[in-house]
């Protein structure tokens, strides 16, 4: 679970900038909501759960960075709780980060490096969370996520302040840190590494005995085995489902209802104009007169912008009220005021003076009602439909809440009751010769039907607003282990195998003491001295990188042969009782790597990686013994407690 969490800290990425934001933007915005424990009053210990030089890290700041890092989680783990958080040490987790965090911006500011208003400003503006329906920062949307988190203005820029003054303090190790030649050439020399010998199953059906078990033995390996032979729970689904269909009869928009819809829109079907843009923002009134004028005196905008040291954001077809919403209404006008090709009026919004520049103007020609009819029938017959539908599940809904079995439902609608198969938890057909999947118009009812007793008709929405599912569970079967006398000769062939086994394990130690003492010197003439006809031995001559890119299903065998030392062999065992594997490895060689080779480029750059992070967490620990580090344990054992719900 706290994987994802920790590796991700140890980056140069996470360290760097996801230390900065911490306690605000990292997970605030990456989260739907934050674990409501923001406010610590009367915690035991002081309101401080450290002191870094002369900061205070208070107790409300690691009560609400340690519910975000849980909210970050759940993206992955939807199952974590904040007490599994705590016994696995993230609270630790998060104390740490808090300090390294408080510690590189304290020491960023006593070595003079500086975050500003307008870079702050753009951090912001690149922020996607915080743009339009147009792909630009809009304010109402800005506003709108910091109510959401419950932020403010302040507390958000100096949060992007910080993670700024990281990345000017950390940014340096990770461009700096370069590896030896010598080092990357032998790195890259192990990913070139080939290995050459030969392996062997030695099967336990080999030596597996050809009597059948009396019944006693059958008996006493069923009982000792018996998680073997467990089958899952299985249910069985009685169902009907509604929709379009059912409701299409009472859809069809009267023209009354066409010529309303006309005259509501009517700012929909009438004339627009849309304007193309190309802006961007200065910090003051003057700045962005100047520009101005420079432009319409004959410089290119694009030399303008580049001149002054800024960016242009382009935008294609932005309507009047769009371009309110994202700037301000003084920007809107000043721009739906200008002719093509000139830049308009500077005037300002929250983040500065914008300097816009109309590219491209389109206008709309307004349609008449005989003109838009098709599209908003159309839309009429959307929207009722929806209603419909929605009207006619809430009927089945009461109808199910006041009793009414799934027969009589299905009957007074007119609908066709089916039933499924049996059914396992994880959405497959039991007992299929190969594994066949759920319906998908019983997806949606799986886990509910998993959690439910028979009887009890349930309602579910197979596709929003569209199609849903009525459905009960008809017999349950619940998970047990199937009776010996139905699998009897399953179970006599795993006895049969589990008595060859420990015969092949003795014939395996009998071929690794013919080749370590040297009585044969291939696999191959030692499995010729054994009395039962064995398989031959397979010849093996792989390269690592070719293990590599099986991207972890390597078999076992090959994966013990790249983990041995040349010139030896071992034996592993098969698994359900198959038998055992001899491994015999014979050469381990490396080819010559040229200068030109990629393989050494890629090396570099992994270790330069990881390096840089060596590197980066030096550096923190230096500052963190440079300014001096203080650690209220009680505070936090008290936070601790509050977060797991003791008294």
């Known amino acids: 679970m706290l994987t994802f969490f920790r590796n991700f800290f140890k980056t140069k990425i996470g360290l760097g900038i996801t230390l900065a934001f911490l306690v605000l933007i990292g997970f605030a915005f990456a989260s739907s909501d934050v674990a409501g424990t923001a406010t610590f009053g009367g915690v035991a210990g002081g309101d401080r759960v450290a002191v870094v030089g002369d900061e205070r890290i208070g107790t409300a700041e690691l009560s609400e960075a340690a519910g975000r890092a849980v909210d970050q989680i759940r993206q992955r783990d939807p199952t974590v709780t904040m007490q599994a958080f705590i016994a696995q040490d993230g609270l630790d987790e998060v104390v740490d980060q808090l300090i390294d965090r408080a510690a590189i911006a304290k020491y960023a500011k006593m070595m003079g490096l500086r975050a500003g208003d307008n870079l702050v400003n753009s951090e912001i503006m690149s922020i996607p969370a915080f743009r339009g329906a147009d792909g630009n920062f809009s304010q109402d949307a800005y506003e709108g996520v910091l109510a ?183 920007v809107a006008q000043a721009v739906f005021s200008a002719p093509r090709g000139q830049v308009a009026n500077p005037a300002r919004a929250p983040l500065g003076w914008y300097v816009v520049r109309v590219t491209d103007i389109q206008t709309t020609a307004a349609r008449s009602l005989a003109q838009a009819t098709p599209d908003i029938r159309e839309q009429l017959r959307t929207e009722k439909r929806a209603a419909a539908i929605s009207d006619l599940s809430a009927e089945i809904d009461d109808r199910l809440g006041q009793g009414e079995s799934l027969s009589q439902v299905a009957q007074g609608l007119g609908l066709e009751l089916r039933s499924s198969p049996p059914l396992t938890a994880d959405g497959q057909v039991y007992g ?121 299903r390597v078999p076992p065998a090959l994966a013990l042969m790249f983990s041995m030392a040349e010139g030896t062999s071992k034996k592993l065992e098969a698994g359900n009782d198959l038998g055992w594997f001899v491994v015999d490895l014979k050469d381990i060689s490396t080819d010559p790597i040229a200068d030109d080779d990629p393989i050494l480029a890629a090396t570099r750059a992994q270790l330069q990686g990881a390096m840089s992070d060596e590197h980066t967490r030096q550096l923190v620990r230096a500052i963190r013994d440079e300014l001096g580090v203080e650690r209220n344990d009680t505070a936090i054992e008290a936070v601790r407690r509050q977060l797991s719900g003791e008294s």
């Open 148 to 330: 959401q988190q419950r932020l403010t203005d302040a507390e958000v820029r100096e949060d992007l302040a910080t993670g700024l003054l990281a990345q000017q303090l950390l940014t340096p190790i990770e461009r700096g840190t370069i590896m030896p030649e010598a080092l990357i050439r032998r790195y890259a020399s192990l990913l070139r590494e080939r290995r050459t010998g030969s392996l062997v199953l030695v099967p336990s059906a080999v030596f597996a005995p050809e009597g059948d078990p009396t019944d006693a033995q059958l008996k006493a390996f069923y009982d000792k085995n018996r998680e073997r032979y467990i089958r899952p729970e299985r249910r069985v689904l009685r169902y009907a489902t509604f929709g379009a269909d059912s409701v299409d009869d009472r859809i069809e928009p009267t023209p009354a209802e066409i010529s309303a819809r006309y005259e509501r829109d009517a700012a929909v079907y009438g004339a627009k104009e849309t304007r193309s843009i190309a802006q961007f923002i200065v910090p003051t009134e003057q700045a962005a007169i100047a520009i101005r004028d420079r432009v319409n005196a004959g410089t290119s905008f694009e030399a303008a912008a580049r001149e002054a040291g800024f960016a242009i954001a382009r935008s294609e077809a932005v309507s009047r009220s769009d371009l309110a919403s994202s700037t301000s209404a003084a």
């Open 432 to 552: 299929a010769e190969s594994q066949q999947p759920l319906s998908p118009v019983l997806r949606p009812a799986i886990d509910t039907a998993f959690q439910m007793e028979e009887e009890q008709p349930q309602l579910a929405e197979v596709v929003r607003g569209q199609a849903y599912l009525i459905f009960e569970v008809t017999d349950i079967t619940p998970s047990a282990a199937a009776p010996l006398s139905e699998i009897k000769e399953q179970v006599t062939i795993s006895w049969r195998l589990s008595e060859g086994m420990a015969k092949a394990r003795e014939a395996a130690d009998r071929i690794l003491e013919r080749l370590r003492t040297g009585k044969a010197d291939t696999l191959q003439a030692a499995i010729s001295a054994e009395a039962e006809r064995l398989p031959a031995a397979e010849q093996v001559n792989l390269g690592r990188e070719q293990i590599m890119a099986q991207q972890g």
